[in-house]
């Protein structure tokens, strides 16, 4: 809890500072568009990242070292949490083929590219399926993107990709009744 | 002086920063935009690898060269954003310092200011912490000295004062005691001397020294009733009546020993305490009887004025001075032969307590005029 409230402050901090000092351009990350699906086994929840990736994003896919967006999704039953997972979205990038790779999680989706704008079109939309369990009935997803910290091998350096969002994690949650499959 | 100067400085080494700030922002755009400008996969990618070994090497040169440029990239970006997080925290840290220190200077202004209201609303117990700055301090110290010296002149004062009452009551008690004690005393004597000389004889003089005896002690009943009065005025009960009805019931005893016009309003109303009005009516009157000679007529007038109620009493008596108009109503104060000097003080002291004014104009030898000004309903 402390940890969430502290991300908050910190990234409440660089927007205003931002705002009032910077000319850095970043990328406002907003998570929309979420959905669920209700099939008798799984549940299937999708959205869209809007501004995630347009700036900055390509110089750092074309480095070579895979970059992870990472969902953690969490449901819950009243105060209960019921489920929860990581997913995430890996781009690797060839340099001496030039192609771009995008491995999906949670639904095991692999895109593979020569445009890195292609490949940023099919980043920016999520959809991860968990197996669903009979007992949740009225739930609520939540769902939060991050970016992880990356070592760059050949530069021995670890960096936090987090800049890139202005320290903003975006998040949405829906509520979902799950008593009878949609 | 001093706020104005950490103030300007404030501004400045803000001011500085921001442009300082703005100058590094600059630049770092100029480096970003000239990284993204850089390129070299495709360009390598073009040219025609003759082994294996071309390819791998070229393969590994494209990418530390792009692994290098993101982290540039990242470094500029995380750099760029650092600068402004900590300009913003050092401009709220400055203005937190500067508010806190603004505080601090003034809270002692602000004690002093409370501690000088407090002694011009007379208590002069207040006393201030010798904290802070060093001028603060000995200001401080200062004021603590003057509020002492002031706190003990008061008491000085008040015992002094106390004193004086105390001595200024005993002078008139005991001279308005010694005055009906005399006569008591000589028509005892009187009566004793006969009793030893010629006791058949005494039945001549027993009447007149009986007479004499109840007199004064009726005298001292009425002195001590008047102190008795002047002590227990308490808070006013105060009721709606015609204050035209009440003069009339009151001077209805007086009419037939001296001679009283009355020129009343019968349709006012006033709220007064009624034993009050009869007290105030009754003094007042009873200073015009003494004052006046036979013969001549003591006007009462009753009227309105606005919403006011305005009470007249006139004599034709031989006035008052102009200097002793001012202390007429301070206790004790008489020129009468007889007489403690509570009476008018009395009047004074119940038109507080009803929140009405008296007032007072004399002429010598032409008269004097007592006028009430009470709220009417």
């Known amino acids: 809890m402390f940890e969430a409230f502290g991300s908050r402050v910190l990234a409440g901090v660089v927007s205003l500072s931002m705002l009032l000092f910077s000319s850095f351009k970043g990328n406002d990350p907003k998570m929309t568009n979420l959905g669920y699906r209700n099939s008798d086994s799984f549940l299937y929840v999708s959205g869209i990242m809007e501004n995630a990736f347009d700036n900055d994003f390509p110089t750092i896919f074309a480095s070579g070292t895979p970059i992870s967006v990472i969902y953690d999704l969490e449901i819950r039953q009243g105060n209960r949490i019921v489920a929860k997972n990581s997913f995430r979205h890996t781009v690797s990038y060839n340099p001496a083929t030039g192609i771009y790779e995008l491995r999906k999680d949670g639904r095991g989706d692999l895109f593979r590219s020569d445009s890195v704008q292609d490949i940023m079109r099919h980043l920016s939309s999520f959809d991860f399926g968990i197996p669903h369990q009979p007992s949740w009935a009225q739930v609520q997803i939540r769902i939060e993107a991050r970016l992880p910290v990356v070592h760059f091998d050949t530069m021995n350096k670890e960096v936090d990709l987090m800049v890139l969002w202005k320290y903003k994690k975006p998040s949405a949650r829906i509520h979902a009744d799950l008593r009878t499959p949609e | ?377």
Not at chain 2, 285 to 299: C, F, H, R, V, W
């Open chain 2, 1 to 377: 002086m001093r706020t104005q100067i950490i103030a300007l400085f404030l501004i400045v080494s803000i001011g500085g920063l921001v442009i300082l700030n703005n100058v590094f922002q600059a630049k770092q755009e100029n480096i970003h935009s000239a990284l993204k400008g850089m390129e070299l996969s495709s360009q390598l990618r073009d040219i025609r690898h003759y082994s294996s070994e071309d390819s791998l090497q070229a393969e590994a040169l494209m990418r530390d060269f792009n692994e290098a440029k993101a982290v540039v990239n990242i470094a500029l970006s995380d750099s760029r954003v650092m600068t402004s997080v900590v300009l913003l925290l050092v401009i709220v840290l400055s203005t937190t310092v500067f508010i806190i220190v603004i505080c601090r200077l003034s809270k002692p202004l602000r004690e002093l200011k409370h501690a000088t209201d407090q002694i011009r609303q007379g208590n002069f117990s207040v006393h201030l912490p010798e904290t802070g700055l060093p001028e603060m301090r000995e200001l401080k110290s200062s004021f603590n000295m003057m509020s002492r010296e002031l706190e003990a002149i008061q008491t000085r004062l008040l015992v002094a004062e106390k004193e004086m009452i105390w001595k200024d009551l005993s002078r008139i008690l005991a001279h308005e005691i010694k005055n009906p004690l005399t006569p008591i005393q000589l028509a005892i004597q009187r009566l004793e001397e006969r009793l030893e000389t010629n006791p058949e004889a005494i039945k001549e003089i027993l009447p007149e020294s009986v007479s004499i005896i109840t007199q004064e002690i009726e005298n001292l009943r009425l002195l001590a009733q008047d102190f008795s009065n002047y002590a227990k005025v308490n808070q006013p009960n105060t009721e709606e009546f015609n204050p035209a009805l009440s003069i009339r019931e009151i001077v209805k005893s007086y009419c037939q020993d001296y001679q009283i016009e009355l020129d009343l309003a019968e349709d006012l109303k006033i709220r007064f305490d009624k034993t009050h009005f009869y007290q105030v009516l009754t003094n007042i009157l009873q200073n015009a009887i003494d004052a006046s000679e036979s013969g001549k007529p003591i006007m009462i007038r009753l009227y309105g004025e606005k919403s006011y109620a305005v009470l007249c009493i006139k004599d034709q008596g031989i006035g008052i001075e102009r200097k002793d108009l001012q202390r007429i109503f301070e206790p004790y104060f008489s020129k009468k032969s007889k007489g403690t000097g509570l009476g008018l003080a009395l009047v004074k002291k119940l038109c507080d307590a009803n929140g009405s004014i008296v007032r007072v104009k004399s002429e010598i030898d032409k008269g004097t005029e007592f006028t009430v000004i009470i709220e009417g309903v």
